[in-house]
């Protein structure tokens, strides 16, 4: 088979196929009482998910081969059985598998009660439009032997079968649906409501209460807001059939006591029934919560996972754009998710020393400007990835990771700002007019910008350690741990680059003072967004370097010299110095007649320019010989162009033969 679509082409280069928009279908089972599946027959391509709803009667989707109907393949993908009494309401429960590769899938209902398969309930994905066509398929069925397999009771395999919950369902004290029976296997997700709920298992006979056994059970944290969704959820796995119970902790208005409780595999019968629970209730103490969240399920904000809360409070204002701005005390900590996206929150001491140099607060001032823009470039991109108009560029995953790293940019911000503040320093405040409007022009300019950004911030650590080791010799363990956060930050923007695989990036050393001036000269365009104090000096502030021409090698595509726009009033020689990696600096000289410069042969990769007055300076000095600068430029591709779109034939031709 050829390829359907070119963007199945990015498979062959793995991570990239997940650069392309990936799309859920949906797909109803038994809508309307019908024995049908619409679309009965549809295309998806590798990376979408498709989504089984389910309508009246008891029907299921499991996976044959296309010789065999009505029958499990072996390893087959199956759903489950899902009843539901309603002909147009679709079941609580729903079940979504994700395509992998192009080959056609065969799918029918089970249902023995009535032969739902031999009767023409049959599904394909991805059939072909000859030979072993949909029809074809759906023939063979009505002619399949009885009974269709797997029986009832058979667990869910092969996708997702999940169970919605909805908490405060329509601002009401109660859990909807509050009293089901579920396979093992499925995984209930809990969607918050208005007001302020939470969701904790309590045993039956201390309803109101959180059970009391060894490990625990599941808590989910009180969760106020007034939006509907909320976009906040907790996912419970059912590992076995035990009967489950759980309540509303909320003691304003007693929620439990008042009903909002509920149960998954109940006794239908006996003395444990969900009714009897519910009374049991009603006459409970005062409810409590334990003293962590979430416990054992996974908490989410619009697909963002949350660890740690520290706390039994989630407050909804996830990464709000002001977060940015904010810049707490060294005492106070960020709403609890924040470290918890982060992977853990800052230390509360840095083995601050007795003192502090005015150099270092010079250098943590300068590097706290560079991460002020960091993080508010972060926020501002994150926020059209994850809800805005970038929201379907990403799989929730990447998403998911882009946010923990934003966590992570205001964790790391702290380093600054909380030695600054523990010294008495004053903190730089962050700019509320950045000019971002090119940078946010579309997903992979801000990814540039990001990655440009980060890569100043490497370079004036790079440079703060250099510099800070002997007179400030703390900030060497709390910087190094900043570098780290940083370059695997990089590393992620990089792969998210919609291009070709970038080589390697290696740090290069940027004097603080040039790390600033980049961001003054390119992104400040108020006062507000100069430079702060200690670094702020007549001499310290260059503008940007421009380059208005590049001579690349057609054969390498290697940039072998560069035309620059000489600043006016520029007197006497000038030179490049080029900052490369492992802190090497080279200079070659800027041609009189036609501002030309050469690339020095030995770099690669990124590397910044920045226009000198002198060459064969020491990089500590680089910034008193200055004119203008520094600029990032790409010089070489990993690999020459020829061999490049050699490989890409040679991927394209090893899928194309495997299909
Ligand atoms: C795709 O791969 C996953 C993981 O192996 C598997 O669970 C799922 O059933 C596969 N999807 C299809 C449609 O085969
Ligand atoms: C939500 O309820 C919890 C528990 O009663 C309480 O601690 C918290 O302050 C409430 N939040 C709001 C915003 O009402
Ligand atoms: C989740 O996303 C929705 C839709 O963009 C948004 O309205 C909502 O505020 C988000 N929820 C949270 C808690 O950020
Ligand atoms: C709970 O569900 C069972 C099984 O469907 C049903 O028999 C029972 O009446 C339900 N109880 C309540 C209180 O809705
Ligand atoms: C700075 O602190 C160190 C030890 O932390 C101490 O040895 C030194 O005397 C202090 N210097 C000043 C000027 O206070």
Redesign the pocket.
Known sequence: MSWRRPSSLALGLGFFASLTTAANIEVTVGKGGKLEFIPPNIEAQIGDTVTYKFFAKNHAVAQSTFADPCHLQENGIFSGFTPNASPDIAAPTDFTITINDTKPLWFYCPQTNGNHCQNGMVHAINAPDTGNTFDAYKAKAQQAATPSTPPAGTVPVGGLRKLHIDVGFNGGLMFNP????ELVGTVVEFSYNPANHSIVQSSFDKPCQPIEREGGGFVAPFVPTQQTPSGVTFEVTLTNSDPIWFYCAQTKKSHCQSGMVGSIN?A?EGEK???AF?DLATKAPPSTIGPDSPVIGALKVNGTFISSLGGTVLDTTTLDPSLGSEIPPPEMNYPPYIGGMAGGNQPTNYNWGDNITDEAVAILQSLQYVDNFIVVLLLEGFNRVNQGQWSDVYPGSITQTLGSLVAQSLIHRRTYTDSLQHFGKDVVSVCSNYNLDAALKDVDTWLTTVLTGLHLSIGATLDALTLLATSDPWTTPALATGLGSQARMSALVNLMQNHVAAAAPREVLIPHELATSYITSHYAQDAKCAPPSATKDATKSFPALVIKNKVVQPDTNRVTEITIEVPKDTQGGLFIAWLGPWGGLKFTSVDATDSTAYVPDSLSGHVWAVLTSKDGVKVADLDTVTVAGPEILWVSQQWPVTLWSGFLTYIVTLRSAST
Do not use: E, G, S
């Open positions: 509050n009293n089901v029976t109940a239908t029934t969900f009714q519910k």
